[in-house]
């Protein structure tokens, strides 16, 4: 994605955006699409995107533009961790930190449960959380289950709004 930005002006004589439906539609005839198809298409990566002006953006930053005038100092977050749910109270203003957050359980994850690691050394489930870049040790347990729970109050206390246990 490039560097050249588009207006809100601009964009808003290319495309509509629907706040309750999050769709972005063509309000032009671009190629073979024309005025009212959706805009964009899926990637492999779960996010829309779209080409405005020889320039490719994610949907959600789009639907930020339009909404607010200008693009976000940092991330746009979806609140619901669906990545293609552009709605306008599905999507907020986050730093990178926080987006990270927001994150659901990582496909790399062997216990099923965010923030819980197998310990071999114990032979115990062992539970940590990210606060601040900093790796936080929560302790050892003898289930996945209980693990999770003290990741999950962990979660609350620490992120907050943008606390995303996995579950």
Not at 17 to 34: L, T
Not at 36 to 43: E, K, M, P, Q, T
């Amino acid at each position: 994605m490039g560097d050249k930005k588009i207006t809100a002006s601009r964009l808003r004589e290319l495309v509509f955006y629907d706040e309750s439906s999050g769709d972005i539609r063509w309000i032009v005839k671009k190629g073979p699409k024309n005025p009212g198809d959706l805009a964009g298409y899926l990637r492999s990566d779960g996010y829309i995107y779209i080409r405005l002006d020889g320039v490719l953006y994610s949907a959600h930053r789009i639907a930020w533009l339009y909404m607010n005038g200008s693009f976000p100092d940092s991330c746009v977050d979806h609140k619901n961790g669906i990545k293609n749910d552009n709605r306008k109270e599905n999507l907020r203003s986050a730093s990178m930190q926080e987006n990270m957050r927001n994150r659901g359980t990582q496909k790399n994850n062997t216990s099923g449960f965010k923030g819980v690691g197998f310990h071999k050394v114990s032979g115990r489930w062992k539970s940590s959380i990210k606060v601040n870049g900093k790796s936080i040790q929560l302790g050892f347990f003898k289930t996945p289950e209980e693990a999770h729970l003290a990741y999950c109050i962990a979660c609350k206390k620490y992120h907050g709004e943008f606390s995303n246990t996995g579950s």
